[in-house]
């Protein structure tokens, strides 16, 4: 499987690092870090990281959109946001980890879907698309192709479910537990919604 990682700077470092622990060891994983115009990406944390500019996705592959601080400016930033429409599109399967969400959101292809996203940002994601049928209280959210998570950690979570949905259960717990990594099963199990004030 092409696995697809929508990276700009100002992400948060382990909305990735969290997810593509899990990914890479799937069953012929091919991994591809991608941005709208390519070259070297710093994260919210310093990480830098080197990308490819791409015009498209090879079939049947993943694209994983990650959150944090850069996605406050990208939600208006019309390049991006038109060229995160066509990779979307492309896609067999999307995934969004925390405010990653609010980006897919933008290109209006989770209108009227399911979904969610970090709660300490949950009212700006809200209304960055409030045509979004936003879950306050969810750890992840499947929907079509979509898998929204809540924050951070919760994309390992989530990648998790992914993992047991398409591939299988067992598998997915081989994964976490070689990583031992408590895995959170219950995608409406959101142990933070309260902390934010959603309950």
Request: charged letters at 15%.
């Amino acid at each position: 499987m092409n696995i697809y990682c929508v990276l700009f700077n100002g992400y948060e470092s382990l909305d990735l690092v969290g997810a593509v622990a899990f990914l890479h060891r799937l069953p012929n994983a091919s991994l591809h870090y991608i941005s709208t115009d390519g070259g070297e990406i710093k994260s919210s944390q310093g990480i830098i990281s080197s990308t490819q500019k791409l015009d498209s996705l090879l079939p049947n592959s993943l694209l994983l959109v990650v959150g944090g601080q850069g996605t406050r400016a990208l939600v208006n930033d019309t390049q991006f946001i038109d060229t995160l429409t066509k990779w979307v599109k492309q896609a067999a399967f999307c995934l969004c980890v925390c405010t990653g969400s609010a980006l897919v959101a933008k290109t209006g292809l989770l209108n009227h879907l399911p979904a969610t996203s970090n709660k300490r940002a949950f009212e700006w994601v809200k209304n960055v698309n409030p045509k979004v049928n936003w879950q306050a209280i969810a750890r992840w959210v499947k929907a079509d192709k979509f898998y929204t998570s809540s924050g951070v950690s919760a994309g390992m979570d989530m990648v998790l479910g992914f993992i047991a949905d398409q591939f299988n259960e067992t598998l997915a717990i081989q994964l976490a537990n070689q990583l031992e990594y408590r895995w959170q099963n219950d995608p409406q199990l959101d142990l933070f919604a309260e902390l934010y004030g959603y309950s």
